[in-house]
C-alpha cells in the first residue's frame, strides 16, 4: 500500500478510576509518578503495548497485521521467516552484504508486522534483519494535576500453603489511584512512513486502536480506564506547516466551572481545542 503523505500529530486525553494506569516495578509496583511534582506518568512502552494488542484482535493475525513484540515470541523465529521467503542463508549477526538483499530482509519484516512499520525496531539480533526507525512514536503521558496514590489492603479466603490454613485467610495490598486525566503526545511522521510503508490505512487502524484500546484490558488492577478524548493535527504536506509544540499548546485543559476539591471525574474538566495555524487541520477523533 501507498505511505501516508501528511505528517500529523495527535494529543490522547484517557483517565483512570480506582485502578493502577502504570505500575512501577522498581517501586512496589505503584503507580509511576514524578516525584518533584506529583504529577503521574504512563510510559510510552505501556500505550504501545495497549495498542499492539488492539491491533492483535481487531486483526486476528491477518497477513500484514502480525506483532512483532508480544508475549512469548521467539524474536529469531521471526527473523528466520524473512530469510527464509527471500531464500537466503542468513550469516550469524551479519546482514547480507548485497544492499538489495539486505532491504529484502528489513522490507518483508515491516510488510508482515503491523508493530515494526508502525513503532519501528531494532532486529540485530543472532539472526540480523536489520533497524528500523518507526513513523509512529509517543512521549511518557502525564496526569493534569498531581496523584495521590493509595494502598489498599484486600483479603484472599484461601491460603497458598498447607501450613497457613490455620489463617483462614491472607492479606493483599494493591495501589490504585483514585482519579487521573493523563495526557499523552503522540508524533506521525510521513519521510519515515515511506521507508516502513505505513499507510493511510495502518494510519485508520492506529486511531482505532487510541480510541479503544482500553475497552479489551480490563482487569482489576487497572480499575476504569477510558480514552476521553483524541485530537489529530493534520499537515498539509509531509514535512509539516507548524511546530509540533504550539499544536499541541492549542489543547487547553481546565478545571470545569464549579468544580471544586480533588476531581473525581472527567466532568470536573473542560477541554478547548483552539484555531489551527494556516495549512494545519485540528480532527477531533473522539
Known amino acids: 500500500m501507498t505511505a501516508i503523505a501528511n505528517r500529523y500529530e495527535f ?20 503507580p509511576r509518578i514524578d516525584p518533584e511534582t506529583g504529577h503521574g506518568l504512563v510510559t510510552d512502552v505501556c500505550l504501545k503495548r495497549k495498542i499492539r494488542n488492539h491491533v492483535a484482535l481487531a ?23 524473512a530469510y527464509t521467503e527471500a531464500q537466503l542463508t542468513h550469516e550469524a ?17 515491516c510488510a508482515n508486522f503491523y508493530d515494526i512499520r508502525t513503532f519501528g525496531a531494532v532486529m540485530t539480533t ?24 493509595q494502598e489498599v489492603s484486600i483479603t484472599r479466603m484461601a491460603v ?5 490454613l490455620e489463617k483462614e485467610r491472607t492479606m493483599g495490598r494493591k495501589h490504585i489511584v483514585p482519579y487521573g486525566l493523563y495526557v499523552a503526545h503522540g508524533f506521525v511522521s510521513a519521510p519515515l ?35 476521553r478524548k483524541l485530537v489529530v493535527f493534520r499537515h498539509e504536506n509531509k514535512l509539516g506547516n507548524a511546530p509540533a509544540h504550539k499544536l499541541f499548546d492549542l489543547v487547553q485543559i481546565r478545571r470545569a ?5 480533588p476531581a473525581r471525574s472527567f466532568a470536573d474538566y473542560t477541554v478547548t481545542v483552539g484555531q489551527a495555524p494556516a495549512g494545519v487541520e485540528a480532527i477531533e477523533k473522539l
Open 93 to 109: 549477526k551479519k546482514l547480507p552484504k548485497k544492499l538489495e538483499d539486505a532491504q529484502k530482509i528489513t522490507g518483508w519484516m
Open 257 to 261: 466551572e464549579g468544580s471544586a476539591g
Open 193 to 227: 512512513a515511506e521507508k516502513t510503508g505505513f499507510s493511510d490505512d495502518d494510519l485508520d487502524l492506529l486511531w482505532d486502536a487510541l480510541a479503544n484500546m482500553f475497552e479489551h484490558d480490563r482487569s482489576a488492577a487497572r480499575g476504569l480506564m477510558s480514552s
Open 11 to 30: 494529543v490522547l486525553l484517557f483517565d483512570v478510576e480506582n485502578g493502577n494506569p502504570n505500575g512501577d516495578p522498581d517501586a512496589g509496583n505503584m
Open 59 to 81: 486483526k486476528e493475525g491477518a497477513t500484514g497485521f502480525r506483532i512483532y513484540i508480544q508475549e512469548k515470541s521467539v524474536l529469531n523465529t521471526s527473523h528466520l521467516e
Open 160 to 164: 497458598t500453603n498447607e501450613k497457613d
Open 126 to 149: 543472532e539472526v540480523n534483519c536489520g533497524q528500523v526507525r518507526g513513523p509512529v512514536q509517543l512521549a511518557f503521558a502525564k496526569s493534569v494535576e498531581p496523584i495521590i496514590p
